[in-house]
């Protein structure tokens, strides 16, 4: 792999990004949401990460370095010490390397196998069998697959197939036990943090568990979220921010917005002290007409959603 020269800094990301080799520690930063002080602190005390350098000593990171910058937060999240993450690493990393050679149909028909464990054990309301079932699937994948690609896809096949005689009873027995395990992680992650993060749905534009599931992946180790219950008012939104204090507030939705959905964002936006977020489906056909806006558009990706959240919090990402 070719290393990129330091004769131009100013011009070195875009180079990088064009190449598709190496990238400088500040767009790495702004890519992660980790801050330069921490990855330097990771590759010194840790060796977590091992970034080439140029001839006058600047750090150059691979797209490999990047992706385990990313397992590095995805552990930390989960509740493992940063001093144990290397030996995580060891192990799980050859794997992953021979994810990417399986084809992407194998990959599938795994998340189908598991989707079939658990589809039983609703099935049979063994909530005994749930549990094993759930945690080995934790054990197996990180966060965001585990729901966006195994739990969430077999909960909505589930609620749009509930007619036949039981169906509704399964689906309810699934969709509780799911908003149980989900709330628990949330609320452990944030046990040690103060609640910066405010989250909650735009009215009737999403189901409980889908507001849960976007809470936990904005929840982490720097800061623990607080979700309101479904059915908030939009209006009282401005009585409830003076009161909590937050450093954001999430919006969540996954209906198409309607027109005056900007509109409504940024008037709310004036009336706060914090930052204002959209999330979910709506965040992602809302991006374009909330542009040049101070509405922060997060996305519907479990990977991205925290770390787009951290950027706009420390002004490394344009809204």
Known sequence: MAVITDVNPGSQASVALEREELFPIREVSRVTGVNPVTLRAWERRYGLIQPTRTESGHRL???TEIERVHSIV???????AV????????????????AHVI?????QADYQQWQHQVQAAVSAFDDIELDRIYGQIF?????PVVFQDILMPLWRQLQQHHDAFGQTSEWLFFDGYLRARVLQRIIMLRTSQPRKIVVTALTAQCRELELLVAALFLSGSESGVRVLTAGQPFDELTLVCEKIQPQALVL?????????????LNRLALSLNCQVMLAGDAADLAQDSLAGSSIGCL??????MRQRMTQFLAGTLDT
Do not use: C, Q
């Open 139 to 143: 054990s197996s994948y990180s966060l």
């Open 83 to 98: 001093s144990k993450i290397g030996k995580i690493l060891a192990k799980t990393e050859p794997l992953k390397v021979l």
């Open 299 to 304: 996305g519907n990706e479990g990977a991205t």
């Open 252 to 264: 969540f939705s996954n209906h198409a917005p309607a027109p005056e959905l900007p509109r409504h």
């Open 103 to 107: 084809s992407n149909d194998l990959v």
């Open 61 to 63: 990171y691979s797209m």
């Open 74 to 80: 995805e552990w930390i999240d989960r509740g493992v």
